[in-house]
Structure formats: structure tokens, C-alpha cells
């Protein structure tokens, strides 16, 4: 175990997630060091207190990063032993690839909702929205390009600008119904957007279909926003789709890991 916590403080001070808690990015990162470490089933981990000191964070966050791993069955407690690796832990390459595809498919039914009641809205807003609340969408716009340029990942900015379209509609319940569905889109734009953030082209592309967006509500245009929309929404399925292996071995599992295990069952 002398490798298990060679672990940089700067592994979780660099760690920007937008989605999950301390105890939820603990659990993650000692995950990926059990893969790092290439342990196997049955290690034997470090005492709560000697992580808790590692992480300089508190015995009660490291027991609820323990509780999520307990939780998908990565570690299982031993009475008067300790706590270890369980049998179910899974070699790096079969979990990457497991993630993947439940995010994946998670992630595409969010979006697939969002397609339909994001073009709905922006239709709406074209030929609702008062000069107020266009200047309202347009600030919102800069914002997340302000951010953005920054470095910062811009998903409350993001989700603002949609809230706002929403609100244009002059239809409360609209803005109710996207404000229910908020901790899914807050979570769903946590992962677009880290995947987004990786590749140049994708940002930009994403800033134009904003701006798309924007300039259809700007001139009226239902017809126009309805689309802009809906290609927004198609195209963020498409580059979630192009995410590479690396980012869901990194930051892709990570932030997946609430929708994935809040996704309805029948």
C-alpha cells in the first residue's frame, strides 16, 4: 500500500467539478488511484484517519466517499478488519468503457427531453420576449463567453441563459417545468460542457449556436429559434458522442456518476 497515497493535494485543489460534493470527488479520485495503482480485490485500505489526513479533510467526508464506493460495490467493510477492495471491482478498461456507455445513454435521453422543450421555449421567446428580457438573454450570452475565456467552466451561466429564454416565454409554468427539471440540465451541462472545454472547436461551437439562438429570439423569428435550438441540442449529443476514452476515465465519470445513478427505472 506505500503507492496508495502518493497522491498529489493538487489531484483535488485542481479538480473543478461543478456537479458533486467533497465526499462524491474524494470517492472518485481514490478510485482512479486504485486503478492507477493497478490494486487488486481484496487491498486492504489505509485507516479513515490516515486518509482524512491525507485529503486534509474530515473523518466524516472520507466515510461518505467510503459510503459511495460501498454504494457500487467497489469496497466492502470486514468486521474487527477493516475496509477493502471488493471482488466486483472492475480492471480500468472495463470500467471506462462501462461508464461510458451508461452515460452516454443517460446523458443522450436528457438531451433528447431537452430538444423538445428547449425549441418549444425558444419558439416562444421569439414572439413573447420583451426588450427587457432580450437584453437579459444577450447579457446572460456575454457572460458565459466571459467566463468561458477565463477558463471557468461556465455551467451556471449556461443554465442561466436558458432559464432566462424560459422566462421570456411569458409562460410561468414553462420557467417552473425547466426549473424542476434544473438538478438534471445543472448536471447534464456540467458534463457537455467538461467535454466541450477540452476541445477548441467545440467551444466555439457551442458559443455560435447560442448566438444562433439568441439572434432568432432578437428578430422574431419563431420559426428560426425553434431550429437554432434544436441543432443545439442535436449537435451536443453528437460531440458527447465524439468524447474521447480519456475524459471519461477523468473528469466524464466523474461528473456522470449522479445522473447515472438517478436515471428513472420502470
Do not use: C
Not at 451541462?189 to 467545440?202: I, M, P, W
Amino acid at each position: 500500500m506505500s503507492q496508495f497515497l502518493k497522491l498529489a493535494d493538487v489531484e483535488i485543489k485542481k479538480t473543478h467539478f461543478s456537479a458533486g460534493n467533497l465526499g462524491t470527488r474524494i470517492a472518485n479520485t481514490l478510485l482512479n488511484q486504485f486503478h492507477a495503482d493497478n490494486l487488486n480485490p481484496n487491498t486492504r485500505l489505509p485507516s479513515e484517519s490516515v486518509i482524512a489526513k491525507h485529503f486534509k479533510v474530515s473523518r466524516t467526508v472520507v466515510r461518505e466517499a467510503i459510503a459511495i464506493l460501498k454504494k457500487d460495490e467497489i469496497l466492502q467493510s470486514r468486521k474487527g478488519s477493516g475496509t477493502f477492495i471488493g471482488e466486483k471491482f472492475k480492471p480500468n478498461s472495463e470500467l471506462v468503457n462501462e461508464v461510458a456507455e451508461q452515460s452516454v445513454h443517460a446523458l443522450q435521453n436528457i438531451i433528447e427531453v431537452r430538444r423538445g422543450v428547449e425549441s418549444e421555449i425558444a419558439a416562444l421567446a421569439a414572439i413573447r420576449r420583451t426588450p427587457g428580457q432580450l437584453s437579459d438573454i444577450e447579457e446572460a450570452l456575454r457572460k458565459i463567453k466571459k467566463v468561458t475565456d477565463a477558463g471557468q467552466n461556465g455551467v451556471e451561466e449556461d443554465v442561466r441563459f436558458h432559464m432566462l429564454i424560459a422566462q421570456a416565454t411569458g409562460n410561468p409554468y414553462w420557467l417552473k417545468f425547466v426549473d424542476t427539471f434544473s438538478y438534471s440540465l445543472r448536471a447534464a451541462t456540467s458534463v457537455t460542457r467538461a467535454n466541450e472545454d477540452r476541445r477548441l472547436d467545440f467551444a466555439q461551437q457551442v458559443q455560435e449556436e447560442h448566438e444562433a439562438i439568441v439572434a432568432a429570439i432578437a428578430s422574431g423569428d419563431a420559426d428560426q429559434a425553434r431550429l437554432a435550438a434544436s441543432i443545439h441540442m442535436i449537435n451536443a449529443a453528437e460531440r458527447l458522442k465524439l468524447a474521447d476514452r480519456s475524459f471519461w476515465k477523468e473528469e466524464g465519470s466523474a461528473l456522470a456518476r449522479d445522473i447515472v445513478g438517478n436515471t428513472p427505472h420502470d
